[in-house]
């Protein structure tokens, strides 16, 4: 149990040591909701493209909690999907957030929920700004 324990601190310590100096504030307005997070990345491979770990929060507005990875998608290029829960919701529902990437003010979003983990119903889209 005590070797598990200083694995998973051991882990704990590499993950922050490789953790962005200074998170990137992205503000979206879905259905009239003004939310702006903080996204954290926790790793970084040099291309950023597939080998990145991302966290996102708003612990204001929104309550959004998430995490994610960036990647590139068929027909849309390179992208932060980010999924979590927002109390606006309910935390039952699931929050699927696509940005294009880099983060850059003027970048599209797209923000889809799933009730039920397998029908996404779309909320809303447009462009993002960067604090």
Do not use: E, H, W
């Not at 966290?55 to 995490?67: E, I, L």
């Not at 797209?110 to 889209?125: A, C, E, P, Q, W």
Request: net charge positive; proline share 3%.
């Amino acid at each position: 149990m005590k070797k598990i324990l200083g694995v998973a601190a051991a882990a704990l310590l590499l993950s922050a040591g490789v953790a962005s100096a200074k998170p990137t504030d992205v503000t979206i307005s879905v259905s009239g909701v003004s939310c702006t997070f903080s996204i954290n990345k926790l790793g970084d491979s040099g291309n950023d493209i597939g080998k990145v770990l991302l966290t996102a929060n708003d612990p204001n507005t929104c309550q959004f909690v998430g995490a994610g990875d960036i990647g590139k998608v068929k027909g849309l290029g390179p992208i932060a999907t980010i999924v979590g829960t927002s109390s606006l919701l309910g935390n039952s529902d699931k929050i699927l957030t696509l940005l294009d990437y880099p983060f850059v003010t003027g970048g599209q979003y797209r923000v889809y929920y799933t009730s039920d983990g397998k029908t996404l119903t779309f909320i809303g889209s447009g462009s993002y700004t960067v604090k």
